[in-house]
């Protein structure tokens, strides 16, 4: 397997710590509204990776968390608290509003065969466990007390800037725009590990701590919850590109001087899903979400069809009409793809070709996530000259990575049909295809007739005839 290294910037062969075996950590959803599709981009890519590695015969562990604690507006200390701002808007508790989006997260996910992750922690779980982190952090002297905040000092860390690979300076204007500088900071990359002085004096979310009431930094939830559920070093860290500078670049620092390991070894980047305004936000007004996509009429699994023929590392920006050749494209697949249902079988052995297609789709995959190119292949199975059990043995195959439902609606028991009765109605069917050629129309109709009374519907369609059982 190889995959892109940010923190190398190139393409490497895939080591995890351990042999065969896979820790990855996901940054989870920030809870205060729905996921806009340019998030569940990143989560498909995500799903991709998780489902390729354990087709590739890794054992994968995978955590995620649920930002469900004031993550500040930006991604430096400052800003607005975002989940105040949800339960402003609602008129609700910032618990309600926490709980309520993210069940919606996890329905969207649902929606888009994205599988879920093995543990799910919601950062307001950790709360202890961050306090004994600080403390942790404290005695080591990384960290120090200024007006009632507890931040970490990021002169004490060697090499800072080694994910980002931005100087101080360049970073610092970069943050400028919206800081609002705190005086007491020693120097203004330092971040907040505990807030007991907030500009929100509203703040519903506090608990006690040694250094006061109050409430976390946001960087802290990702490096707690992974140690702890994930041991002090990661193969995978994931997340969009938007973390680099500030996020993960901070979780990097807090976490190898705690621990004072080297922690992830691969740090996977997505990059963003943009519109027309080059940007996607769910801060400001209306913004693409599943269910409007739902409202206009798209399948949630021609939108995944659509983010598959792009890669992960590129940007893609997102249009209506692109959707909608997409979801063309994904619906005539997926007749095709259907038609072959009857015909699967788990037993179905592969022939020489069927190897070669299979381990094909599994080379694109291990080659970075090409899923553009993993599709090709999937058709290169339609076209082939290879059995329609084996086609169907590939498709279902590829379609535990690919998750578009190919064989069935996603119930399993639509293709467990007979593969006896496949063989009979397309016998039953090329004769009828011989009589329309021959112009005999008579027998292609006594044809119809027959197969209906057996209980077999079949339709005629621009990609050709399809069947299926009454
Ligand atoms: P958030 O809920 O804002 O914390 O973001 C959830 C995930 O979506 C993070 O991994 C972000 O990096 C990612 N993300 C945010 N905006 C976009 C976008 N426009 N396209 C793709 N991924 C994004
Ligand atoms: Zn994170």
């Known amino acids: ?21 896979v820790t990855m950590y996901t940054c989870g959803p920030t809870v205060y509204n729905y996921a806009h599709i340019g998030n569940l981009r990143t989560y498909i890519h995500e799903d991709i990776l ?5 087709v590739l015969g890794y054992d994968v562990r995978r955590v995620m968390n649920i930002t469900d604690v004031g993550h500040l507006e930006s991604d430096a200390d400052d800003g607005e608290d975002k989940m105040l701002m949800g339960a402003l808007r609602e008129k609700k508790t910032v618990w309600e509003v926490a709980a309520y989006y993210t069940d919606a997260f996890f329905m969207d996910c649902e929606k888009l065969n994205i599988k879920k992750p093995n543990v799910i922690a ?16 404290e005695e080591k002297g990384y960290a120090y007390l200024a007006n009632g905040n507890v931040y970490f000092d990021i002169s004490k860390f060697k090499d800072y800037t080694k994910l980002s690979k931005l100087d101080l300076e360049t970073l610092k204007i970069a943050h400028r725009d919206d800081v609002e500088e705190d005086a007491h900071k020693k120097n203004p990359h330092d971040f907040v590990l505990w807030f007991t002085k907030s500009k929100f004096e509203n703040q519903a979310m ?6 006061g009431v109050g409430y976390p930094g946001w960087h802290i939830e990702c490096s707690v919850i992974a140690l702890k559920n ?13 973390h680099i500078p500030v996020h993960h670049t901070n979780e990097i620092a807090q976490t190898e001087s705690f621990t004072g390991k080297p922690w992830t070894k691969y740090w996977w980047h997505a990059e963003f899903l943009i519109d027309e305004s080059g940007k996607m936000s769910k801060s400001s007004g209306e913004f693409l979400t599943v269910s409007l996509l739902e409202s206009k009429g798209f399948d949630p699994l021609s939108y995944r069809y659509y983010v ?5 590392r590129k940007q893609l920006a997102f249009d209506f009409e692109k959707l909608e050749m997409a979801q063309t494209a994904y619906k005539k697949l997926k007749r095709k793809t259907e038609a072959l249902m009857p015909y699967f079988n788990k037993e179905t052995n592969l022939s020489e070709e069927g190897h070669l297609l299979s381990d094909a789709f599994k080379m694109q995959l291990a080659d970075d996530l090409n899923t553009a190119n993993a599709i090709t292949v999937l058709y290169d199975v339609i076209k082939s000259n290879i059995s329609n059990a084996e086609k169907a043995f590939l498709i279902h195959q ?25 063989v009979y109605v397309e016998e039953m069917l090329a004769k009828r295809k011989e009589a329309k050629k021959e112009k005999n129309w008579a027998l292609a109709d006594a044809i119809r007739d027959e197969l209906k009374e057996k209980g077999f519907e079949i339709k005629d369609t621009p990609e050709g005839t399809t069947w299926e059982k009454c």
Not at 12 to 17: L, M, V
């Open 122 to 137: 919601k950062a307001t779980d950790y709360i202890d466990d961050y306090i004994v982190f600080i403390k942790g952090l």
């Open 230 to 242: 994930l041991g002090e070093q990661l193969d995978i860290h994931c997340g969009g590109v938007d």
């Open 206 to 211: 506090k608990w006690a701590s040694p250094w």
């Open 50 to 54: 998780e489902k390729t590695l354990m």
């Open 398 to 422: 590829m379609d535990f990575v690919l998750s578009l439902n190919l064989l069935s609606n996603g119930d399993s028991s639509e293709v467990t049909s007979n593969p006896e009765d496949a």
């Open 1 to 21: 397997m190889k995959l892109f290294n940010t923190l190398s910037r190139s393409i490497e062969d895939f080591e995890p710590y351990t042999p065969k075996e």
């Open 308 to 312: 598959l023929n792009s890669h992960y």
